[in-house]
């Protein structure tokens, strides 16, 4: 054999919620799939309509690295209006190809080889692959079951050191729905300034947070290390269009544009436009899709509170719920089982780091009806195994 395969690449591992991706759809027939992170609902008419308007007009073209202006101008008064932060759309706001580029931008340019990224676990999986392309070493910091997965600022604070270069914070989370104290969350920002590190704040949920305020991180930081990543993918049922952005002080921003030239260029100039039109357009429909979240939240919460043997803390945001199963098991081995003979996917907890061990990830992203037909089926399985 010739030619290397990177360690820096060989490294990552391969996500558990991809492996029960793919176990579903080797066994297909009835399933019902609540492993899938993405909204169900097609993205709304008039964003559409402002993608194929572009294309036909001729906005066919790269655009400025840092996303159009006019995005741009789109992403800043959101920030402002709906999250309370102010964030220059010249120099302070780059368009990426989704949060995901935004977040593995932040971590290529804030960590180098030998530093390390603190992630309060259980969380998204790709934080610790992106640390680890960045040449950084993930540190998780597990958080507590008992209470409800809130951020413990404290757990967080020991684990930052001198070699600490961003710690990511996720509110609303993914796996655990959570929305972290405000406080929590300010104390961490300052205990990563004192030690000269940014705060990556991934806030692609903040627009379905069910029972509380919606103010971005950076609003209420009083340090400049804030970097916020959000995205119209979760909000706006936008995932296939790849465009989010991040912000952050322009010393940092202007570095990153200079990247993303050498990596995507831009995202695409079509996306840009339905984008803009999301997020500035008719919100009707994006109101409709919220309630729909929330009515399922409430139906979620409300079925796995009545199931003897299960509980999970009412998700506050995102459309997760976060399920211990611990009293059956391993929850791998749970998942397998659910799926295989209980015809019902959902995501294995400990694919989501330490503390994600023993629970399970229901996406309510989905019909009431298929919600529905996964409770009762999960309600077998603990009946079965009681
Ligand atoms: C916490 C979190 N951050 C970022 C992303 C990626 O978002 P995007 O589709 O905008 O790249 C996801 C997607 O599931 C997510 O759950």
Redesign the pocket.
Known sequence: MTGQITERVRGVERSSIRAMFDRAERRGGDLVRLEV??PDFDTPEHIVEAAVDAARSGETHYTPNAGTLELREAISGKLAADRGATFDPETEIMAT?????A?HLALLGTAEYGDEVVIPTPA?P?YEAQAKLADATPVNVPLDEERGFELDPDRVRDAISEDTAAVVL?SP??PTGRVFDRDAALDVVAAAAEHDAWVVA?E??MGLTYDGPTRSLAADADTDNVLV?D????QYAM?GW?V?WLAGPERLVSELTKIHEATTACPSSVGQKAATAALTGDHDPIDAMYDAFHERRDYVADRIDDIDGIHAAAPEG?FYAFIDVSAFGDDLAIAEELCDDYGVVLAPGSGFGPGGDGSLRLSFANSLENLEAGLDRIESFVADNA
Do not use: C, H, P, Q
């Not at 190809?97 to 580029?101: N, R």
């Not at 995205?231 to 979760?234: I, L």
């Open positions: 992170g993405e190809v989704g949060a995901m580029e977040l998204y790709n996720n989370a993914n991934d692609v949920y990543v995205s119209v993918s979760k995932t790849r989010g995102a």
